[in-house]
């Protein structure tokens, strides 16, 4: 899989790739998560990326995959999309948990698995990255899984603000998901 992946993207995407590898490894022994599947989704989460950002709708509208009004006025999107497209057809990769995982490593969901989690926030946060407050985020995503999404969509969605880039629904259907938790869980105490 390294081999193939090595040889179908740009060399700084590589070492990105093996990066969110080795930070979803370790993110995946802190919440004792298989190993292997979080692996192979984080190695292969941005395999879509082989395809250049300035033709990644034209290969997403001729693969005729769906796509939604964000993706299209935000193509760059779409390389999850692909990611998942190529995973199944030229890696082998059928589990769902692993595909799903792909497919939600740029937007983020809600009912994300722990899996897509991880792979979520090993993307954010592998040791390239650098933004206010990314040390406490990278020692908090290791004790609390949820609070650290929720640092990571909102850091997310800030820079998507100062860029004036859209928000992707998914985005804030996954912040909010989470946050509701925490305001009920305050609620009842």
Do not use: W
């Not at 070492?15 to 190695?43: F, I, P």
């Not at 395809?51 to 939604?68: E, N, Q, V, Y």
């Not at 769902?96 to 991880?118: C, D, N, R, W, Y």
């Amino acid at each position: 899989m390294k081999k193939l992946l090595k040889e179908s993207l740009p060399h700084k995407r590589y070492k990105h790739s093996l990066e969110v590898y080795e930070t979803a490894l370790e993110l995946a022994k802190a919440y004792d998560l298989d190993k292997e599947k979080v692996g192979v989704a984080a190695l292969l989460h941005d395999c879509g990326r082989e395809i250049p950002t300035r033709d990644l709708l034209m290969h997403t509208i001729a693969l005729g995959l769906p796509m939604d009004e964000v993706e299209k006025n935000q193509p760059i999107l779409l390389h999850a999309k692909l990611g998942v497209y190529y995973a199944r057809e030229k890696y082998g990769v059928t589990d769902p948990e692993i595909l799903e995982a792909i497919q939600f490593h740029t937007t983020g969901a809600a009912g994300m698995s722990k899996t897509a989690m991880v792979v979520y926030l090993a993307d954010l946060l592998e040791p390239t990255r650098d933004f206010a407050g990314i040390s406490e985020m990278r020692q908090l995503a290791k004790v609390d899984l949820e609070q650290a999404m929720i640092k990571a969509y909102a850091q997310t969605m800030r820079y998507l603000l100062e860029y004036d880039l859209l928000i992707h629904p998914n985005c804030i259907d996954g912040y909010n998901e989470i946050a509701a938790k925490f305001k009920k869980l305050k609620l009842n105490l």
